[in-house]
């Protein structure tokens, strides 16, 4: 599987030591910068090129995902989600790791370098590699809202029991 990295300063450690860790374990890791620190530089930037990698790649039917780091990681998965096709996973423990990809078939996820010890970071994005998505009819069913919003603009329908409750119902 390849793996995309993108960040930004304040993930520079993490994804260096994170290339090292996945190349060994087999993974082929793409590294879409920054390579050099600089305080000044701008996450938009790197991760936006590794999620646009990802995308176009899963596009073509091949087996990738993405990693992006940053100080929180927030910014980051921003970045990541405002490429089309692609759903960003800000994770912080070993269950939201699992539960991005089993639950929500995230294909990147960000992690914040200031937020956590290396060994747990290390785990999370390795916890997140390996997990499969799950299929389940009821995640489907909700990813492919997300998808269809993503392509249409058109908000999913209202379920018969939010009808006539109020500030939820559809105003179109």
Known sequence: MRVHLGCDHAGLDLKSHLTDRLTSLGFEVVDHGPFVYDALDDYPVFCIRA???????????????GVVIGGSG????MAANKV?????????SDETAKLARDH????????????HSLEDMTRFVEIFLAEPFSEDE???RRIGQLSSYEQTGRRP?????AVGLG???DQD
Do not use: C, F, T
């Open 51 to 65: 999620a646009e990698a990802v995308a176009r790649e899963r596009e073509q039917g091949l087996d990738s995902l």
């Open 74 to 77: 927030n910014g980051e998965q």
């Open 84 to 92: 089309k096709g692609i759903r960003a996973a800000l994770v912080w």
């Open 104 to 115: 929500n078939d995230a294909q990147v996820v960000a992690v914040g370098g200031r937020m």
């Open 138 to 140: 009821r995640h489907v």
């Open 157 to 161: 329908a209202l379920p018969e029991s």
């Open 167 to 169: 500030p939820a119902e």
